[in-house]
């Protein structure tokens, strides 16, 4: 490619022949200035055109827009001299026995990826943390923006492509059995990782990493395993083999899709008052008819893990499919996020179940609702604090940018206060995680049910606390850009109108915390409790 020199590129400083130098690389713009989002004046501005606009350019845009290709079309050189010295820069030599791993923005990355000890991570969770994030920033994250602007649902070649990556087996690796079945089925794990060896912190690991991986666009991590997630382990803890055979496994590949069907307009929260009902016919089959309310994935979904009410039972699980339509159908519901979230209203009218498809025991269908709200929660807080986390990498980023009055923003102490509060509460918060994700490491099921509930409801309530603070701080820290769609803060301004959706999601702030203090007192009920 071309070098030019800065006496060169200062001769096309007009409209019709526009050069720029951005990071050393000499860009043509004299075809594209009428196409400038931003109109021509600020690139006829004289300290833009035929000379080094690299400190204005990322002022105003994201390093990630000169990769697109579209941009990357108008370079047509270099500089002479800047190869030079990004060589010198690149040459120099790191002191004995730093390591080689990239240094991060502080606080941009849970303290599991940097610090130098860890009671917690083995090679095999930095192992799946570098394949799942490889999937993700290559065949997900450079389209999230897209999916997420435009509400686009996940189609089934992502599926397949997510399911070959053995991204949705990693879902649900920790279930009793998974390793027989994955090995039965050809199943494999990112990076390599064997199903008998998963623990809660590959868990972990799992869901930072995919929240981080569709570049602060809650929607689409919903709409791309959301439904997944959550309508997949009841079936493999409490379905037949048969069942399993027939429905987990083609999810398990993305070849089909589930969703969980609990909540009703006339139950959030309190899932006993659900008031879809199911019949049994004199053959056993089950007739079902009865609606369903924000459904997450209920738009792509093909089967859906269903709570009724039976006549004879009480509350049972059963496995809906939707079939040609006619008897299960849905319908989007418009919520502050995004609709590639999927997001459904479900009608379920005279659908006819076959006996086989009751999921586990009749009249067990609360039980096994709740059987899997501690780990849907636990899930939550992984990848609500994740979020938070993307939130201050990216103030902080901006902080060290943006120059304001002559300095960098990060020089205001206010900004710095701001960021501390921010940084000190996610940490604080990540901090509990990994120490009740070790707690659940070595724990039965049904005590982490019985022991960890309280701890992890509480813990819910926090994270979206710390969500709250870390919304109304980058906002101001951004300033217009946060509630601007696009450009430098689209990642701040989607938070900013998703993050209450886990304040209300898998039991509400309110609840979780009054549910926490219940479940402690508990405990005090054979203890003097005196002053």
């Avoid at 990071?23 to 196409?35: H, I, P, Q, R, W």
């Avoid at 690299?54 to 270099?78: D, N």
């Avoid at 059995?177 to 994955?182: D, K, P």
């Avoid at 309110?510 to 508990?522: K, L, T, W, Y």
Wanted: with cysteine.
């Amino acid at each position: 490619m071309a070098s030019f020199t800065a006496e060169e590129v200062a001769k096309h400083c007009s409209e019709g022949d526009l050069w720029i130098v951005i990071d050393g690389d000499v860009y043509d713009l004299s075809k594209f200035a009428s196409l400038h989002p931003g109109g021509i004046p600020p690139l006829l501005d004289p300290a833009v055109a035929g000379k080094d606009a690299t400190e204005l350019f990322f002022g105003l845009h994201r390093a990630s827009v000169l990769k697109e290709p579209k941009y990357g079309r108008l370079k047509i050189g270099t500089l002479s001299g800047a190869a030079e010295a990004a060589a010198k820069v690149t040459k120099k030599k790191k002191p004995a026995g730093q390591s080689s791993v990239p240094a991060h923005i502080p606080y941009g990355e849970a303290m599991g990826t940097w610090r130098k000890f860890s009671p917690y991570y083995k090679e095999s969770h930095e192992r799946l943390r570098a394949a799942v994030r490889e999937c993700m920033d290559k065949e997900i994250k450079p389209h999230c923006k897209e999916w997420d602007d435009n509400g686009t649902l996940p189609t089934r070649e992502i599926d397949i492509l997510v399911g070959r990556a053995g991204i949705f087996a990693a879902l649900v690796a920790g279930e009793e059995g998974a390793a027989e079945l994955f090995a039965q089925h050809g199943i494999s794990l990112p990076g390599g990782i064997s199903a008998k060896e998963w623990d809660y912190f590959h868990a972990l690991v799992l869901n930072e990493e995919i929240r981080r991986g569709v570049n602060g666009c809650y929607g689409v991590s919903d709409g791309l395993i959301g439904g997944v997630s959550i309508g997949l382990p009841p079936l493999l803890k409490f379905g037949t083999k048969e069942m399993i055979e027939k429905y987990a496994v083609p999810i398990i590949k993305g070849e089909k899709r589930i969703c969980l069907a609990i909540s009703e307009p006339y139950a959030g929260s309190d899932v006993a008052q659900i008031r879809t009902t199911a019949e049994m016919a004199p053959d056993g089959s089950w007739h079902v008819n009865g609606v369903k309310k924000w459904i997450t994935g209920g738009m792509v979904a093909d089967y859906f893990t269903t709570l009724v009410r039976t006549a004879e039972h009480g509350p049972c699980m059963l496995l809906l499919d939707r079939g040609d339509g006619s008897t299960l159908s849905t319908k989007p519901i418009k919520t502050s996020y995004s609709p590639a979230a999927a997001t459904s209203y479900v009608e379920i009218y005279k659908n006819v179940v076959p006996k086989e498809n009751l999921i586990g025991k009749p009249g067990m269908g609360f039980m096994q609702t709740m059987a899997n709200f501690n780990f849907e929660r636990w899930g939550m807080i992984v990848c609500g604090n994740r979020h938070s986390r993307m939130v201050l990498d990216e103030c902080l980023r901006w902080a060290l940018s943006r120059k304001v009055f002559g300095k960098a923003l990060i020089q205001q102490p206010v900004i710095r206060y701001k960021l501390a509060e921010m940084a000190a509460a996610i940490e604080s918060l990540h901090s509990m995680l990994e120490d009740l994700t070790y707690q659940m490491n070595n724990m039965s099921t049904s005590e982490i049910n019985r022991d960890l509930a309280g701890p992890i409801a509480l813990l819910k309530y926090k994270q979206t606390r710390v969500a709250t603070v870390v919304s109304d701080n980058a906002c101001q820290i951004f300033g217009g850009r946060a509630i601007t769609a696009s450009g430098m803060g689209f990642i701040v301004e989607k938070f900013q109108k998703s993050f209450k959706f886990q304040a209300i999601l898998g039991g509400s702030e309110e609840i979780m915390a009054d549910f926490a203090i219940r479940q402690a007192m508990r405990q005090t009920q054979d203890m003097p409790a005196r002053l």
